[in-house]
């Protein structure tokens, strides 16, 4: 097998026909073996149906559904889990990601040696307040991690075996694919792409989900969070040392000072809300080892069609 195409699915039933005729007739005209893994991320609205019935008419089409909502990269994980292709490549249901450009992505990887090739989206159509939540959230990424990120990346990309194989054997509960091939740092290439318009659907990532998402992958990448509550302390430690030497200065040389309620409320609440921060801080990561620790599965599969019965649940 040369080609395995993944696709999580989520809130574009209407779109999964068109997508599967333009991939099909791109891949046939490669003259490569494929394969095309649609994962229904349970969204509710008709995916699963539409994914099925393309399934049962094309055996080159591997369908799976889960059994609730487990997000995006739980969804591309089962995908790869499943994938046989000697290179993989992710992509949007929504057909932002043209499958026409994967001939140039695979020419890109063979005849030039590399693990991967990311994708770089240009005019992107997403709005302006979610590019701007995308580049502060991977600047902000890229500085706790240690791991430079272009926030211009997104799912599409291709990645060869061994790579693919590296991240089924991760057992991190935070799974984003294109974040993991970056830390990886294998032979890569950046190819730009224009991003297309949404076929179908609008975004199902709210703010919260967003919020939710960053704090997961930032304290699954690194444990450099932890260090910023020490340098806030080691700052107020040096600010109160400041503020005792004004103090003293201040009483030595007759000098009246106010009574000093606006210091203490200051101290009382600075103080208080770096500590609840802290706990937070730790809290996070012991959650995350108290989700390690339960060896729950990433996924629950409802349903599979043509799929590899072994490689189903991960």
Known sequence: ??????????????????????????LEA????????????????GSWDQIKAVALKDKRVKAISFTKNCGQDKAVSAGVSQACGDWVIPMDCDLQDAPEKIPVLYDM?????????????????????TRLLSRLFHKVFSYFTEISFDYELGTYLIASRRACDLYRESKDRGRDFTMFL??????????EFEHESRFEGKTSYTFK???????????????????VPIQVGGIAVLASIAYL???????????????????????????????LSTLGIIGIYI???FDMTKQRPLYVIQESINCDADDEQD
Not at 1 to 19: F, H, N, Q, T
Request: proline residues 3%; glycine residues 10%; aromatic residues 14%.
């Open 245 to 275: 030497i004004y103090v003293l200065v201040g009483y030595f040389s007759g000098i009246s000072n106010p009574e000093g309620w606006n210091s203490i409320i200051f101290a009382v609440f600075f103080f208080g809300g770096a500590i």
């Open 287 to 289: 959650g995350n080892i």
């Open 30 to 45: 490669m003259k490569v073996s494929f394969e095309i893994i649609m994962v229904d991320d349970h969204d509710g609205m």
């Open 182 to 191: 970056v830390w990886l740092g294998f032979k890569h290439e950046f190819v």
């Open 109 to 129: 990887a063979v005849s030039g040696g590399n693990d991967v090739v990311f994708v770089r989206r240009q005019a992107r159509k997403d709005s302006l307040m």
């Open 1 to 26: 097998m040369d080609i395995s195409i993944v696709i999580p699915v989520y809130g574009c039933p209407g779109a999964i026909p068109e997508l599967h005729r333009r991939l099909v007739e791109t």
């Open 209 to 227: 989900k967003k919020w939710d998402y960053a704090i997961k992958m930032m304290t699954t990448f690194s444990n450099r969070i932890l260090y």
